[in-house]
């Protein structure tokens, strides 16, 4: 049980251009979902939190216009990175939680390259 | 605050021994802290938890020992084998106020042959 589900796994692109990312929970309904960043070889850092049929609450320095988050159902939540530039370049982890008090459950991350 | 990690520390552990993993947590409100598992490419995978009422837990293979007074948390992992070879990050959380998980910086776990 608590599978995460994220899509793509890899995308590259040219820069400019938008990118959605979609995270689904698979067998339970995540009322709060999770986003984060990834550099190689450097932990997780979390970028926003995101309640079902509310706005995601961000971390400081994370530009809320350049990441826009939607949540708009209880088992999937969409990252859009927009006008993306090569310093976007990252790997982009979610996580879904049914309850307050119960863990995180990941999805398998998305590498994300900008040309 | 955040964890900025810079190079993982490794540790390297012989097939069959036992692992033990330490991370220092930063936040002496946080309640609940878990640790996860990451292999290479793919997402953190849960592995245990608990709760600041306890001291120790123990799972299968695993057991998470919390020292509250020196805000110090460690993973211990019986009888290592090869397909433990991954990065383990410890993970802290204050769910009585922001609510978020906030990651250490990570050890890498290598086991030799």
């Known amino acids: 049980g608590a599978v995460v589900s994220q899509h793509p796994s890899w995308v590259i692109c040219k820069s400019g251009t938008s990118v959605k990312i979609e995270c689904r929970s698979l067998?339970?309904?995540?009322?709060?979902m999770f986003w984060y960043r990834q550099f190689p070889k450097q932990s997780l850092m979390l970028m926003a939190t995101?309640?079902?049929?509310?706005?995601?609450?961000?971390e400081q320095g994370v530009e809320k216009d350049k990441f826009l988050i939607n949540h708009a159902s209880l088992t999937l939540s969409t990252l859009t990175v927009t006008s993306a530039h090569p310093e976007d370049s990252s790997f982009y982890i979610c996580?879904?939680?049914?309850?307050?008090?119960?863990?995180?459950?990941f999805g398998d991350g998305t590498r994300l390259s900008i040309l | 605050g955040e964890s900025v990690g810079l190079h993982l520390p490794t540790l390297s552990v012989q097939e069959g021994d036992n692992s033990i993993i330490n991370c220092a947590y930063s936040?002496?409100?946080?309640?609940?802290f878990i640790w996860y598992k990451q292999e290479s490419g793919k997402g953190p995978q849960f592995i245990i938890d608990?709760?600041?009422?306890?001291d120790k837990r123990q799972g299968q293979r695993v057991t998470v020992l919390l020292n509250k007074t020196v805000k110090h948390l460690s993973l211990q992992i019986a009888a290592t084998q090869p397909g433990d070879s991954a990065v383990y990050f410890c993970?802290?959380?204050?769910?009585?106020?922001?609510?978020?998980?906030?990651f250490g910086k990570g050890t890498r776990l290598h086991i030799l042959p």
């Open positions: 996580s879904a939680r049914e309850e307050r008090n119960q863990p995180q459950h």
């Open positions: 067998d339970f309904q995540a009322t709060t």
């Open positions: 995101s309640n079902e049929g509310s706005k995601a609450t961000y």
């Open positions: 936040n002496s409100a946080s309640d609940y």
């Open positions: 608990i709760r600041s009422n306890m």
């Open positions: 993970a802290e959380n204050n769910q009585g106020r922001d609510d978020k998980i906030i």
